[in-house]
């Protein structure tokens, strides 16, 4: 009986420490000390957001997803758009490729619901791989269609678009490799360590818990290049 006692006070430890590191890990964020400039992703997925409580509690940026595909608009875009400007937040917008429609169709998309805004942050091209999308095209066709896309939202926004490529993404396309353009690359809680070239943007926790947000947030460090 004592043995069965001593288990079950063992596994009830294991678990309260368990809640204790998850709640950790939810406030966890670089430190401002080493990475001094810090923000957000959203979409409209992430739930209400209070841009202005946001800031105060260390949000210097946020990018916004516009578009998924040729013919997907976030609902929430435009609303997170403006309010960042209305906060004083440093706003971006990002695309969500599919690897299953027309690269052109995907940039005049995008170009038809952002706004020109010669001072908003680059935008941001997502590459990962999405269950209800099974091709995957040759690399050389991805290429050339990915550098038509670049080169109709770069005419549009008058700026180098950011690569945010997951790992497997690259390790199969190698896109960092094709294209001189500043990587954002993913890695909960570890800096990530893929690409051709060093990352100008870490997505470091899709889990962060933090004021001015309903639920959890995709939190990024910037870097200067």
């Known amino acids: 009986m004592w043995g069965l006692g001593r288990f079950v006070l063992i596994v009830a430890a294991l678990a309260l420490s368990g809640v204790a590191a998850w709640r950790v890990a939810m406030r966890w964020h670089p430190s401002t000390e080493t990475y001094p400039v810090q923000g957000v992703d959203v979409s409209e997925r992430t739930g209400a957001i209070d841009w202005p409580v946001l800031k105060g509690a260390g949000a210097d940026f946020g990018y916004a997803v516009a578009t998924t595909g040729a013919g997907q608009r976030d609902h929430a875009f435009l609303t997170h758009w403006d309010a960042m400007a209305a906060a ?23 170009n038809t619901l952002v706004p020109r805004d010669p001072t908003a942050l680059p935008a941001a091209i997502d590459f990962s791989y999405d269950d209800g999308c099974a091709d ?7 290429i050339a269609d990915v550098a038509e896309m670049i080169r109709r939202i770069e005419s549009h ?3 180098p678009v950011l690569l945010k490529v997951t ?41 962060r818990r933090i004021d001015g947000a309903e639920g959890p947030v995709n939190w990024d460090v910037a870097v200067a290049q």
């Not at 004083?88 to 995008?110: E, K, L, T, W, Y």
Request: net charge positive; aromatic share 14%.
């Open 88 to 110: 004083g937040v440093r706003r971006g917008a990002i695309h969500v490729f599919s690897f299953c429609q027309p690269a052109r169709a995907q940039a005049d998309a995008f």
């Open 136 to 142: 995957r095209p040759e690399r050389a066709a991805l």
């Open 167 to 207: 790992r497997a993404v690259e390790g199969d396309y190698r896109l960092t490799e094709a294209f001189r353009r500043s990587l954002w690359a993913e890695g909960n809680f570890l800096k990530p360590g893929y690409g051709a070239r060093g990352w100008r943007m870490w997505r470091a926790s899709d889990v």
């Open 157 to 159: 926004t008058g700026k």
